[in-house]
């Protein structure tokens, strides 16, 4: 926030700040309806994993290559299409953006629910994933303008906090819903888009588009957007397909090797461009690459230790799906009640501080699993600590660094927020494939396995701690 002074004051008197402007007083609805949009994007995600073994009897004649693309067409897709369109939202208006990806979402889960063959649904999630992808990272940059900087941490402890509510009840929704027909997971979408999309058309700010006309057109970057879909679609695929593929096989190894030759002609592309598609102006934004690379991190770590306690309570523990997402809920419930306060948590330490304090937490989540969890452990006295814990960091990791996005120009707020996001999913996805290697590939790991899952937790985070540290205060040349 910009505070001027009084050129006109006598020498040797403090100048007066100009008075604030006042904040919308729609913010929080404006935020509820983006909030919406991230729960549906999240909880589709969960959902299906729950959903996959019914979906597989369905279509049992199906290979088990081809049926692994029901999950995975809406990751791959939404990973690698987060940066381009939060690209194309700056430059033609996040409004515009947000409401056309919110339709797409909602007609494509629609037609995942109508789909008469595996072909047609794999289809449908594709259009799931690009709406998706429209979604996420426009949500973020149309809530954090309409808040002052005061209230952008609890405004992103709200966002964080609805996120993994999605994430905690995705088991049980999912299964529940399921349980019924697996078609229902899809259905239940449309709904709450159509409600989504009425308050947003009555509710979010207009918001001018970057660029018109020609203009727009060559700020696109056509060039750059092929190298970052071809970068980010590649690394992903190679961590989702191999446990399928092998993880030592030609085609998870050319996968990655491809995904990291396309990240090398993205980055020397980017940096000779006249507007290219990930500007590298954002990074010099003080804090966006320590956030950046943290959220890596933590996601890395959030990723392994999601999978081993659903692999721990259904395949050790041997609970149904149905009481292992009950028994996950404490995480997502100990964020909603940081995120109430986080605000004040964050004036209060600063918010390298309170990202610091998050990370510390987070990391005692798995450390105290190593300790604590053994072969005859109870789940209240060996579990529920370290689930605490986690929700304690995530509630205070991700509400700082997620609103590094704020500190970015407010043309470039879709951009940013699709970086972060990239982040996210890179880092979902790999400590996911990390601790499916470790467990070699079983559906019902040993838990030697699992505690190797929570050393590489415990090293994710404790990359986070160092993010943390490195995430400097904000300065007068920051925007937000």
Do not use: K
């Not at 700040?17 to 999240?42: M, N, Y």
């Not at 515009?96 to 990806?101: D, E, P, Q, V």
């Not at 030609?250 to 990291?260: D, E, H, K, M």
């Not at 450390?367 to 060996?382: F, T």
């Amino acid at each position: 926030m910009t505070i001027s002074t009084d050129l006109a004051a006598p020498p040797g008197r403090d100048s007066a700040p100009a008075a604030a402007p006042a904040p919308d007083p729609r913010r929080w609805l404006v935020l509820a309806v983006a909030s919406a949009a991230q729960f549906l994007a999240v909880l589709d995600a969960i959902a299906v994993n729950i959903a996959f073994p019914m979906i597989g009897r369905e279509y049992r004649s199906a290979p088990t290559a081809e049926l692994s693309w029901v999950l995975n067409a809406y990751t791959v897709i939404l990973a690698a299409l987060l940066i381009p369109a939060g690209r194309v939202a700056d430059a033609t208006g996040r409004r515009r953006s947000f409401l056309l990806g919110l339709a797409l979402f909602g007609l494509a889960s629609a037609g995942c629910a109508a789909a008469p063959g595996l072909a047609g649904l794999i289809a449908a999630r594709v259009v799931q994933g690009v709406g998706a992808a429209v979604l996420v990272p426009t949500s973020l940059s149309l809530a954090l303008p309409a808040f002052p900087d005061r209230e952008r941490p609890t405004a992103v402890g709200v966002w964080t906090a609805v996120s993994a509510l999605a994430a905690g009840s995705g088991p049980v929704l999912g299964g529940l819903l399921a349980a019924h027909d697996w078609r229902w997971i899809f259905l239940i979408n449309v709904p709450v888009v159509l409600a989504a999309l009425v308050a947003g058309v009555r509710l979010l700010p207009r918001t001018a588009p970057g660029r018109s006309g020609a203009a727009t057109r060559r700020s696109l970057d056509p060039a750059g957007t092929v190298l970052v879909f071809a970068a980010i679609a590649c690394l992903v695929t190679a961590f989702a397909e191999a446990q399928d593929l092998g993880y030592g096989s030609p085609a998870t190894l050319g996968l990655a090797a491809a995904g990291v030759l396309a990240a090398g002609l993205c980055a020397a592309h980017v940096r000779r461009a006249a507007a290219p598609v990930v500007d590298p102006a954002l990074f010099a934004t003080r804090g966006f690459t320590a956030a950046g690379l943290g959220l890596l991190s933590y996601f890395l770590a959030y990723g392994a230790m999601t999978l081993a306690a659903t692999q721990l309570f259904t395949g050790v523990w041997h609970y149904s799906i149905q009481d292992a997402g009950l028994a996950l809920a404490p995480w997502p419930g100990t964020v909603l009640l940081v995120s109430v306060c986080s605000g004040r948590i964050v004036r209060a330490l600063g918010e390298r501080g309170a990202a610091l304090l998050g990370a510390l937490a987070f990391l005692a989540a798995p450390l105290w699993w190593l300790c604590a969890v053994g072969g005859r452990s109870h789940y209240p006295a060996a579990f529920l600590p370290g689930l605490v814990c986690a929700g304690v960091g995530t509630g205070l990791y991700q509400s700082v660094m997620f609103a590094a996005a704020g500190r970015l120009p407010e043309d470039r707020m879709s951009s940013g927020s699709g970086v972060l996001m990239v982040s996210r999913q890179g880092g979902t996805a790999l400590g996911v494939a990390v601790l499916v290697a470790l467990g070699g590939g079983a559906h019902h790991p040993a838990l030697g396995s699992l505690r190797h899952g929570w050393l590489v937790a415990a090293a994710g985070s404790a990359l986070a701690v160092v993010a943390a540290l490195a995430f400097g205060p904000r300065t007068r040349g920051d925007h937000g």
